[in-house]
């Protein structure tokens, strides 16, 4: 098996030209299409609607080539936009594609694999089973690869917000759970729970968006209103897959945490100079994938930020600006996907960060 990554530059977010060209070139077979990730330049809040605009666009364009209505295109491919291209991050989306050529023996490469959940009632969003739910099927998606937890390296998802019920007021006082937050912070411990980070004796609901002292070191979850189930897409390095690329994870403590970043490099073969990759170790890089957060405790190594207090700039603007141009520094690449709001997605005030690279 073989995972390639093809990447595109838009000019807007509606921009699909880039994916049209290499189709009708045979570069990319829309049928191996498993996951698109992008960023697009929205304010990444709720009313972003840069997202939808990338995804109504790629569903015109792929709709009729998978023989399918272009608003069902989700239900085939898993479409992942993060808003917001602050400082000096590059608007792109990676279209991730799975062929089967064959691979040597003893070889790890990058694998993917994508599913997803069943579908969430209301009264279950952000609490303990919609962990469980996840858990299950990232563990399906383990056996699926056949790998280990240690060779999971992202699991990217997009959480299910079901709906209210429209009897809501009848229902009573409660604490429902349908928002952004919550069904991030629940996916995320789901896949801690998956892959041995947090054991089960530790989760129950009230624990969920409060206790921070449980998170994965792997997830990067966004959510999306009105969605059922949630969509799941699982990098790891497999045995029997080509080994031209291959990623590797750390966790930033906080969002200055540029240590964090050279062991993932090492990992990769990729070996900065007087702290940056040179152009050529540069080229290799085809991914970089993070989250950020401002730190809620309103500082950062003991001193005092105010992306909270801002009323002019979001703080998810302020950290994804940050984190984003620290990683493009060490990278010497801007195309990166910082997405913010990491409940439960490393250390309070900190967050994942993986690569994907070409081995050579």
Not at 56 to 70: E, I, K, N, Q
């Amino acid at each position: 098996m073989r995972s390639q990554v093809h990447r595109f530059f838009p000019t807007n977010p509606a921009d699909v030209s880039g994916l049209a060209i290499a189709i009708a070139a045979g570069e990319v077979r829309p049928q191996q299409i498993v996951a698109i990730l992008g960023k697009t330049e929205g304010n990444g809040a709720i009313n972003d609607f840069s997202r939808g605009l990338a995804i109504m666009a790629l569903g015109r364009l792929l709709g009729p080539l998978l023989d399918c209505p272009a608003e069902e295109i989700e239900d085939r491919i898993v479409l992942s936009f993060s808003g917001g291209t602050e400082g000096v991050t590059c608007p792109h989306y990676l279209v991730l594609t799975v062929d089967e050529t064959p691979a040597s023996a003893g070889e790890k490469g990058l694998a993917l694999a994508v599913g997803h959940t069943r579908s969430f009632a209301p009264e279950e969003a952000g609490r303990l089973p919609m962990i469980l739910e996840t858990a299950r099927v990232v563990r399906a998606l383990q056996a699926q690869l056949e790998v280990d937890a240690e060779d999971v390296h992202l699991v990217q998802i997009k959480g299910a917000i079901p709906p209210l019920p429209a009897d809501v007021e009848q229902r009573g006082p409660r604490e429902w759970r349908c928002d952004m937050a919550w069904s991030r912070g629940a996916s995320a411990l789901g896949v801690a729970l998956a892959l041995g980070e947090l054991s089960g004796d530790a989760l129950h609901d009230d624990m969920i968006n409060r206790d921070w002292s449980q998170y994965s070191t792997r997830a990067s979850v966004s959510a999306k209103p009105a969605l059922l189930r949630s969509e799941i897409c699982l990098f790891a390095n497999a045995p029997g897959w080509v080994a031209d690329l291959q990623i590797a994870h750390g966790v930033m403590r906080d969002i200055l945490d540029v240590g964090a970043i050279y062991p993932i490099l090492a990992e990769l073969g990729l070996e900065p100079v007087h702290g940056q990759l040179p152009s050529d170790a540069s080229a290799r890089v085809l991914g970089a994938f993070a989250k950020s957060d401002a730190d809620p405790r309103g500082v950062v190594r003991g001193r005092r930020h105010t992306m909270w207090t801002d009323g002019d700039i979001s703080d998810m603007r302020h950290s994804r600006s940050v984190v984003s141009s620290l990683l493009a520094g060490v990278l010497g690449e801007s195309a990166i996907y910082v997405s913010t709001r990491a409940e439960h997605q490393g250390p309070l005030g900190g967050g994942p960060v993986a690569i994907i690279a070409r081995t050579s």
